[in-house]
């Protein structure tokens, strides 16, 4: 297939666009605390009515650099860092294990802003881990605990029979954390906020850590 021969027919690229126009952002607007920053702008898409505002993009990869990116859902968040719940023998897992950094990305259009965030990642505790899991619903707890996350299975009536076996086993959802299973933090080292504008001339401004573990600003060409 080329691009003058496609194989079905192509929409119009060149003319799904979008004009921003709602907002600007500037380097007096934005808090010196980019985590802080964040719970701001995560907080007004809330009020906003974002569709799932903690849903983000997170990309990962191999130590020689093959990427990966999955939506995932943001569970915490403290000055220490965004938390995210996974399997951890699912392909994101084995990848955070052998290279333990990765990069998150939020968009909420309805704000027509999106929030990069990239840095060093580690397990959360036990005690965390437990607490969230034990916080879900049962059949998510099930769920969880019945796929093999990322793993080739025979047929969806494989995974089925799994999930039956557990609900038989723990009538009541209570079915104990896997030791695969858990969280992680994501400690930034680097975050942009993106503010969308006329024209494509878009406002950016990055937070990065300094040598002294001190934040610093500055304002990016779109």
């Excluded at 093959?66 to 392909?91: C, E, H, Q, W």
């Excluded at 969280?183 to 503010?195: D, I, M, N, V």
Aim: no cysteine; charged share 25%.
């Amino acid at each position: 297939m080329t691009a003058d021969n496609p194989l079905f027919p192509a929409p119009d690229f060149a003319r799904l666009r979008t004009e921003y126009q709602q907002r600007s952002l500037s380097e007096s607007d934005v808090d010196p605390d980019p985590i802080r920053q964040f719970a701001v702008w995560f907080n007004e898409a809330v009020a906003a009515k974002a569709n799932e505002p903690n849903a983000f993009m997170l990309a990962t990869s191999t130590p020689d650099g093959i990427p990966s990116a999955r939506v995932v859902l943001l569970k915490g968040m403290n000055d220490a860092g965004f938390v995210f719940f996974t399997n951890y023998l699912s392909r994101k897992g084995e990848e955070l294990a052998a290279n333990p950094h990765a990069a998150m990305a939020f968009w909420w259009p309805e704000l027509e802003r999106q929030v990069r965030v990239e840095g060093e990642v580690t397990r959360t505790s036990e005690s965390e881990s437990d607490a969230y899991f034990v916080s879900r619903p049962p059949e998510a707890r099930i769920g969880s605990a019945a796929s093999p996350q990322s793993q080739p299975v025979a047929s969806r009536e494989e995974l089925e029979r799994l999930e039956r076996a557990l609900w038989n086993a723990y009538p009541q959802g209570e079915v104990p954390r896997p030791a695969h299973w858990g969280g992680y933090r994501l400690s930034p080292r680097r975050l942009e906020l993106w503010q969308g504008r006329p024209g494509r001339l878009h406002d950016r401004i990055e937070y990065v850590r300094d040598k002294q573990s001190t934040w610093v600003r500055r304002r990016l060409a779109p």
